[in-house]
Nanobody, 129 residues
Framework: QVQLVESGGGLVQPGGSLRLSCAAS????????IGWFRQAPGKEREGVSC????????YYADSVKGRFTISRDNAKSTVYLQMNSLKPEDTAVYYC??????????????????????WGQGTQVTVSS
């Protein structure tokens, strides 16, 4: 059974940090792009960051560049999203998703969410004082 399970969300004050984890089971991360998406209340889901399981190349949305870091541990089939300097506008449900991908990650990798067949259930991140 293919499954992605996110963890690590919670309530944090502005300027704080959280680390999200996405654990995959039932399939390998070989030749995959693993993306983090988020959806705030009343807004469309948007791509945040993505990493290649093959070459480690990454992509970040402009809104999180310099604050978020994505990484992977292929041996544990887990992808992480380290989120620093959090802002209230980062408040959202964060989802990880996986798709088949070869080659370096580019903005195109995250453009069409319907090309990601595997999704986690989401984890809530709330940034508030």
């Amino acid at each position: 059974q293919v499954q992605l399970v996110e963890s690590g969300g919670g309530l944090v004050q502005p300027g704080g940090s959280l680390r999200l984890s996405c654990a995959a089971s039932g399939f390998t991360l070989d030749y995959r792009a693993i993306g983090w998406f988020r959806q705030a209340p009343g807004k469309e889901r948007e791509g945040v960051s993505c990493i290649s399981s093959s070459d480690g190349s990454t992509y970040y949305a402009d809104s999180v560049k310099g604050r978020f870091t994505i990484s992977r541990d292929n041996a544990k089939s887990t992808v992480y999203l380290q989120m620093n300097s959090l802002k209230p506008e980062d408040t959202a449900v964060y989802y990880c998703a996986a798709r088949t991908w070869t080659g370096p990650i580019t903005i195109v990798t995250m453009r069409w969410m319907n090309e990601y067949p595997y999704w986690g259930q989401g984890t809530q991140v709330t940034v508030s004082s």
